[in-house]
């Protein structure tokens, strides 16, 4: 009797496991949120400069020298446009996440503008 107990459990156990592998966000699912995907924009420097003034110097410099984060005048030669726009839109430790401030149209071209910056 106890067996048998044992043994549906054990069934119920594995049938669980497998519904679950199957419901589980997938490793591209997973992905597709770490990695927000970029809009294709056409650089707008004087937009870019302008978003970035509005909401960057406070902690990058008015040079983007670098203040409380880091200095951005050479970001491209480390960062891709694609990982700046990640960057800008998640955050990263203490910097904020500018999801919920700018449009991605707007995060994209000011990625595009700093990953000129070589
Ligand atoms: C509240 C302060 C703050 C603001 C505002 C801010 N950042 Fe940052 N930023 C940081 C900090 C701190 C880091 C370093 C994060 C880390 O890697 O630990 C950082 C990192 C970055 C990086 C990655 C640099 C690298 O070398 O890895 C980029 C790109 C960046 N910021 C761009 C921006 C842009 C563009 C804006 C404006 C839309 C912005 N930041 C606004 C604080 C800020």
Same mark, same amino acid.
């Given at each position: 009797?106890? @067996?048998?107990?044992?043994?549906?459990? &054990? &069934?119920?156990?594995?049938?669980?496991?497998?519904?679950?592998?199957?419901?589980?966000?997938?490793?591209?699912?997973?992905?597709?949120?770490?990695?927000?995907?970029?809009? @294709?924009? +056409?650089?707008?420097?004087? @937009?870019?400069?302008?978003?970035?003034?509005?909401?960057?110097?406070?902690?990058?410099?008015?040079?983007?020298?670098?203040?409380?984060?880091?200095?951005?005048?050479?970001?491209?030669?480390?960062? +891709?446009?694609?990982?700046? &726009? +990640? +960057?800008?839109? @998640?955050?990263?430790?203490?910097?904020?996440? &500018?999801?919920?401030?700018?449009?991605?149209?707007?995060?994209?071209?000011?990625?595009?503008?700093?990953?000129?910056?070589?």
């Amino acid at each position: 009797m106890q @067996k048998w107990i044992m043994s549906g459990l &054990f &069934f119920i156990a594995c049938a669980l496991a497998i519904v679950l592998m199957f419901n589980l966000p997938g490793k591209e699912q997973v992905a597709q949120e770490n990695k927000p995907t970029m809009p @294709k924009v +056409t650089l707008d420097a004087a @937009k870019a400069e302008a978003t970035v003034k509005a909401n960057c110097i406070s902690c990058h410099g008015d040079q983007l020298e670098g203040k409380v984060g880091p200095s951005l005048q050479k970001v491209g030669a480390q960062l +891709t446009n694609e990982q700046i &726009f +990640t +960057t800008i839109t @998640k955050g990263k430790d203490a910097m904020p996440s &500018f999801k919920d401030k700018l449009k991605p149209e707007e995060i994209a071209n000011v990625a595009e503008w700093l990953a000129a910056k070589k």
